[in-house]
């Protein structure tokens, strides 16, 4: 999974149903479930960040512009996201998550 993970992020930034599915195969528990996913994204995507933005130039001056325009939706989704999975049980929660990855993953295929 990591091999498959590790490639398929560097390639396309696919690697989210790559790993999910992997936790998922782990049985974690809600809350451990999005702290290690959130962890395992911010450490591959702060080492991509010289990747990008030196030998491939995905990242300049507008694109980072675009970015802070963002920021406040970001922090929205930051709570909100919050507040949704605090109301989500357990059973619930998983299956919502099996099923956006499926449909993730289709979407990535085509």
Do not use: C
Request: without cysteine.
């Amino acid at each position: 999974m990591g091999l498959v993970g590790g490639f398929s992020t560097m390639i396309g930034n696919a690697a989210g149903p790559v790993f999910t599915l992997y936790f998922l195969s782990m049985h974690l528990p809600k809350k451990e479930f999005i702290g290690t996913s959130a962890w395992l994204f911010l450490i591959l995507n702060t080492g991509k960040l010289p990747l990008q933005a030196v030998f491939w130039k995905n990242i300049t001056l507008n694109s980072l512009m675009a970015d802070l325009i963002a920021v406040p939706v970001l922090i929205a989704g930051f709570f909100l996201g919050i507040w949704i999975v605090k109301l989500l049980p357990e059973k619930i929660y998983r299956v919502f998550v099996i099923i956006t990855t499926i449909a993730t993953s289709a979407l990535l295929l085509l």
